[in-house]
């Protein structure tokens, strides 16, 4: 295993860490696409970042307190008029949105950024909490299309992890909240909890691919051929009914109450 690196805001992204470190987004490559995941990982490919994404990380970067910075490095976001354009004035309509709701902004008073190291499965990881509430909570903010996507993106895995990386640096289990605002016309938003049951399952599907996308990560002789598939396509099948019920419908809970 490759040896630890003291990780800070401005190397956390960096390819040194990442290739040191698993993360969540990491994972979820490795189970799109393994070339791709390792392409990504010694620099050879490089996506663009879209303006989806874009819109998120500027309503992140508010919350952040690091905006200034962020419009600096996206001159995108303007126009050849020096304005706004069109969607990142939605997305300052989404900031003053979340800042006039007490509950919203309740889960989001925690540590901002706190990041975490810590070893699972064999393998170094690191995480980056959005808020951090020692004792009660962590919540990470989306900005999504509709709250109807949410499943789509499979923030079970990252919940999982967030929960388990704290638990292991802390020794607390806490629950684990998305803080969501939509991109609608009518912005709506609201705090929803990924049920325990649901992130259990997310762990142990974590926990059985691991060792493959570990060993090809280390470049282990006899990992086998780069694939680009989801792996053990059996045993998410076989989850699937469980997965739907408890997360896939929008059925996660949602929860206004912190103490």
Not at 79 to 95: D, G, Q, V
Not at 140 to 167: C, H, I, M, S, T
Request: aromatic share 12%; with cysteine.
């Amino acid at each position: 295993m490759l040896k630890r690196m003291n990780l800070d805001q401005n190397n956390y992204y960096s390819e040194d860490a990442n290739a040191k470190y698993f993360s969540v987004s990491q994972y979820k490559d490795f189970t799109k696409c393994e070339a791709m995941a390792m392409a990504k990982i010694s620099g050879a490919y490089k996506p663009e970042m879209t303006r989806a994404m874009l819109i998120g990380s500027f309503v992140d970067s508010y919350f952040e307190g690091t905006l200034d910075q962020f419009i600096k490095e996206h001159p995108a976001v303007f126009t050849r008029k020096n304005e706004l354009r069109s969607e990142f004035r939605k997305a300052n309509e989404i900031i003053g949105r979340i800042k006039s709701d007490e509950t919203f902004t309740k889960f989001m008073s925690g540590e901002k950024q706190r990041i975490m190291t810590f070893e699972l499965f064999g393998v170094p990881w690191k995480m980056k909490m959005d808020s951090y509430l020692p004792g009660i909570c962590i919540t990470d903010l989306k900005v999504v299309a509709k709250f109807k996507n949410l499943p789509l993106w499979r923030y079970d895995l990252q919940g999982a992890l967030y929960q388990k990386g704290v638990e292991i640096v802390t020794g607390e289990k806490l629950p684990f909240y998305l803080a969501v605002a939509t991109k609608e016309r009518v912005i709506d938003i609201d705090i929803f909890q990924i049920p325990q049951d649901t992130l259990d399952v997310a762990l142990s599907e974590m926990e059985i691919t691991m060792e493959r996308f570990s060993e090809i990560k280390e470049g282990v002789s006899g990992a086998g051929i780069l694939r680009c598939m989801r792996l053990l396509q059996k045993y998410q099948k076989s989850k699937n009914t469980e997965l739907q019920r408890t997360y896939g419908g929008l059925n996660i809970e949602t929860d206004k109450n912190i103490k």
